[in-house]
């Protein structure tokens, strides 16, 4: 069933709409590699997307898979290995390309990637650039992804002081809104937004989705989650349903947007955010 089409904004605004790097420039660079983030970051990408999961000994590293097979020399899974196996493994070599001047033996390259190091590149950026952390489930750990996340970002200086409860759409008294934080958190689980809205109901967090639930067809999101994050799949097959969510008050970012046609399409639906492999790409067709 698809959601009835809704007005299509007939000036998309492509200054303000904001390029997010997925699992860095991995479209260059090997994904969730330091290497991938620092370019995203000197190809001015206004913000960087990852993947944490936590290793065996209560690491959070920026991994995408379960396990380890794909995007490494080695194999397992991520949640029963030490942060020092990791460690030893090679995340770079099956992406091999982007740059004939990379040193492909180099640590930036070919290391597992800490959410910690990651958290220092975006302290050393020099400018604003947002943060978008995907908690991955299900998982061993349960609610300890998200305690040591929130753990961690404190640390960093990276959860706005105060608590309160937002309203439908919008922030609530105490609560720092999508543009005041550079930070938000993201998760297909219903259960892990929630988990991060009571612990640190400051920070935004993003319904991740394939496909539109029955009983969310007219924009409206699970409790805890304040933006919405569908697949570019989705809004291919759905435009209307964008609509729906901008007339239910919610902000949308659209993951993994690689193709002209489909950034296009983003951007007369009027989406907030375009997460794309390719964020020098994106940048050079929105003008910028």
Not at 95 to 109: I, Q, R
Not at 204 to 227: C, N, Q
Request: proline content about 6%; glycine content about 10%.
């Amino acid at each position: 069933m698809h959601t009835p089409p809704g007005p299509i904004a007939s000036v998309p605004n492509r200054a303000a709409t904001r390029v997010i790097a997925h699992r860095g420039a991995s479209g260059t660079f090997a994904e969730h590699t330091l290497a991938a983030y620092q370019l995203a970051i000197e190809q001015g990408a206004d913000g960087l997307e990852c993947d944490v999961r936590l290793t065996a000994d209560g690491h959070l590293v920026c991994v995408h898979d379960r396990t380890v097979d794909r995007t490494s020399n080695g194999r397992g899974v991520v949640s029963t290995l030490e942060l020092a196996q990791l460690a030893e493994l090679d995340f770079g070599g099956w992406k091999l390309g982007g740059s004939e001047e990379a040193d492909w033996t180099s640590p930036e390259h070919t290391s597992v990637l800490t959410l910690e190091r990651l958290l220092e590149l975006h302290a050393d950026a020099g400018r604003r650039v947002e943060l978008a952390i995907e908690t991955k489930h299900p998982t061993r750990y349960a609610g300890l992804v998200e305690k040591r996340l929130l753990e961690l970002l404190r640390r960093f200086g990276l959860v706005p002081e105060g608590a309160g409860q937002a309203g439908r759409g919008g922030a609530g008294r105490g609560e720092a809104d999508e543009d005041s934080s550079p930070v938000r958190i993201m998760s297909f689980s219903q259960m892990s937004l929630r988990r991060v809205r009571q612990m640190a109901p400051q920070l935004p967090t993003v319904f991740l989705m394939e496909r539109v639930l029955p009983w969310l067809r007219d924009g409206s999101l699970p409790h805890g989650a304040r933006i919405a994050g569908p697949g570019i799949d989705l809004v291919r097959a759905n435009p209307g349903y964008v609509a729906a969510l901008h007339r239910a008050g919610h902000r949308v970012h659209v993951w993994t947007v690689d193709e002209p046609e489909d950034v296009e399409l983003c951007l007369r639906l009027g989406v907030e955010a375009i997460i794309t492999n390719h964020p020098q790409r994106v940048l050079d067709q929105l003008g910028r």
